[in-house]
């Protein structure tokens, strides 16, 4: 379903135009940035402000319809992370390099995993937007 504008604009507001799961910005990817359905329409997630988050394409594009993932510590499944419901540092963190997301928690660490956030195209990105002094972003 299409975002009306408005929609649109309240969200990137609200998300700082930033993907809500692995923080990249638009500023630094140099593409706009997607709108996930946390819940995804196939079930039954509606088109609100409270079901949307900005996404990547690479988050969007791996977290797909998943509402799940395996934590590989515990080896169990459990929810994704819900970018409006909880909060990113609750579940999240840099390593020293700030180039990895580091999962806290289960639902932290099966979200890194399921969507792919420490992919090495993006890590190497991450490395020249720190040694610029770009990131990782204010929290
Ligand atoms: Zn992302």
Redesign the pocket.
């Known amino acids: 379903m299409a975002i009306p504008p408005e929609l649109r604009r309240l969200l990137a507001e609200r998300d700082k135009n930033r993907?809500?799961?692995?923080?990249?910005t638009e500023e630094n990817c140099g593409s706009r940035m997607h709108v996930d359905h946390i819940i995804p329409e196939t079930a039954g997630g509606k088109t609100t402000l409270d079901n949307l988050c900005l996404?990547?394409?690479?988050?969007?594009v791996h977290k797909s319809a998943n509402q799940k993932g395996l934590d590989p510590l515990t080896k169990t499944t459990v929810p994704l992370f819900h970018p409006v419901q909880q909060n990113w540092r609750d579940h999240f963190t840099w390593d020293d390099s700030k180039t990895k997301i580091m999962g806290l928690t289960a639902c932290g660490r099966a979200t890194v995993l399921t969507?792919q956030?420490n992919h090495p195209t993006?890590t190497k990105a991450r490395r020249r937007w720190v040694s610029a002094g770009w990131h990782p972003p204010a929290m």
């Open positions: 993907c809500a799961y692995c923080l990249t996404a990547c394409f690479s988050c969007n969507l956030m993006v």
